[in-house]
């Protein structure tokens, strides 16, 4: 591997949605030290999620080279001899990270010098934490995006026995953007005061509920004809995103009537809050981009504070609200401590979040001799959970190729290169069009 003194610094980035290439991309740039020359390159996992090119052009993210794989080509990319990396960023789901782990650690065996491994989360960690994170062990960071989840992520570890030493606190890589500024007139010449509800794929999952908010929504925006009330969507019908959704608002406004001061967007997240005067969510992170920004923002209340929602998360930030008061006028204030905790950096002190984490891989960089990946999952500590995890990524107990894995020792031909896309197509086709009808048909 060549030497990290130099200025220049090879990054390759996994990731498994849109979402996850956007915290992967961004934390790779964020975290690298001071003065690199970052040649960036993305590798887009595939499977029900992969991202389209609509989807990677509105992340905003340029890569020197992207190429969808799966694990195992992955892993053969990354075990040749001839191409090496210095970082190595892992952002997929648990499951994943913990198989590409194991695989490298199989394809790193008996080196001295080898990249280093990042992961972490893509944004609030309010569900599985025990689970999600025990599958992020073993790599040589492992990111919390607020002092909050550094502290949880510590106990955990060390509350299984697990090392610790990896958790590193850091801030979410996609906040930015000028603060806002709703005193300024100059701030928003002749543009209206905008209200933006930033929709979730799989947040709320009912029809009862996603009709409910949007109801609500187009009646916000009645009540209040000088306002632009806008509800920015993730992804248009048959994308996926992270998470799975079966309903599209797209669909659902389709049966209502709304007025003319309401509209559906798209777009970069931070674009839509450059001319947000109101966020409104359930438990996006949006919110903290907001929050971030200085933005009025709202956690809404109407469904109840639940964590199958995720607005739990947001107990004692102040922001929590209703429809109710949101047309009566109400603006929340949101509580300093509990911002700060969350690493939303409002102070100005974003800049800075990231230094403890530059700093820890140029001493990493530097070593003359890292030790072997070691996840805490191994046949010893987990025999009846973790071959199953490796087996989903044709990965045996050992972290090697299963027998007869697909592509496991070559490129994939053309042919099967076009089965997977056309394979792929008819998934997700499934997942969006078939399956919430054969669920509907169930509930007669």
């Known amino acids: 591997m060549p030497a990290s003194t130099s200025k220049s610094l090879r990054v390759a980035v996994l990731a498994d949605s849109d979402t996850r290439w956007k915290w992967g991309s961004l934390t790779a740039n964020r975290v690298s030290p001071a003065g690199s020359d970052i040649r960036l390159d993305g590798f887009l996992l595939r499977g029900r999620a992969t991202p389209t090119a609509r989807q990677l052009e509105e992340v905003g993210v340029r890569a020197d080279s992207l190429r969808e794989v799966t694990a195992l080509e992955f892993l053969r990319e990354l075990g040749r001899e001839d191409r090496v990396y210095d970082v190595v960023v892992l952002a997929l789901v648990g499951g994943a990270v913990q198989a590409v782990l194991h695989g490298l650690s199989r394809a790193w065996e008996g080196q001295a010098k080898r990249p ?26 492992v990111l919390a995006n607020s002092r909050q989840d550094a502290d949880r992520f510590r106990a955990v570890y060390e509350g299984v026995g697990a090392d610790a030493g990896s958790v590193t606190e850091v801030a979410l890589p996609f906040l930015g953007g000028a603060a806002y500024a709703e005193h300024d007139p100059s701030a928003r010449p002749g543009r209206p005061y905008t209200v933006v509800f930033a929709a979730q794929p799989s947040v709320p999952e009912s029809r009862k509920d996603r009709t409910y908010l949007l109801d609500r929504l187009i ?29 599209p608002y797209q669909k659902l406004v389709q049966k209502a009537d709304p007025p003319a001061n309401f509209r559906l967007v798209y777009g970069h997240m931070g674009e839509v809050l450059d001319r947000t ?12 981009e907001s929050l971030h920004r200085r933005i009025p923002t709202v956690v809404l209340s109407d469904l109840g504070v639940r964590e199958a929602l995720g607005n739990h998360h947001f107990v004692g930030s102040g922001c929590l609200a209703s ?61 009846g959970y973790l071959p199953g995890i490796l087996a989903r990524h044709h990965l045996g107990p050992d972290g090697s190729p299963l027998p007869g894995a697909p592509a496991a020792d070559r490129e994939p031909s053309p042919v099967r290169q076009f089965v997977r896309r056309a394979a792929r197509g008819a998934y997700r086709h499934g997942v969006q069009r078939v399956a919430p009808v054969i669920r509907r048909m169930g509930e007669l």
Request: hydrophobic fraction near 40%; charged fraction near 25%.
């Open 116 to 141: 280093l491994v990042v992961t972490g989360y893509v944004g609030v960690v309010y569900e599985k934490l025990a689970d999600g994170l025990l599958l992020r062990h073993g790599a040589d960071l």
């Open 219 to 247: 009646g916000h925006a009645r009540l209040h004809p000088d306002r632009e009330v806008l509800l920015k969507l993730r992804s248009k019908p048959g994308e996926h995103t992270t998470h799975i959704e079966e309903l």
């Open 277 to 288: 005067d109101l966020l409104v969510t359930i438990s996006s992170t949006a919110a903290l």
């Open 323 to 383: 429809w109710d008061q949101l047309d009566a006028g109400h603006r929340p204030v949101p509580d300093p401590g509990w911002v700060a905790r969350q690493g939303v950096a409002a102070d100005g002190s974003y800049e800075t979040a990231f230094d403890a984490a530059r700093l820890r891989i140029t001493e990493l960089l530097a070593a003359d001799e890292l030790p072997p990946l070691a996840p805490y999952y191994t046949p010893v500590t987990a025999p």
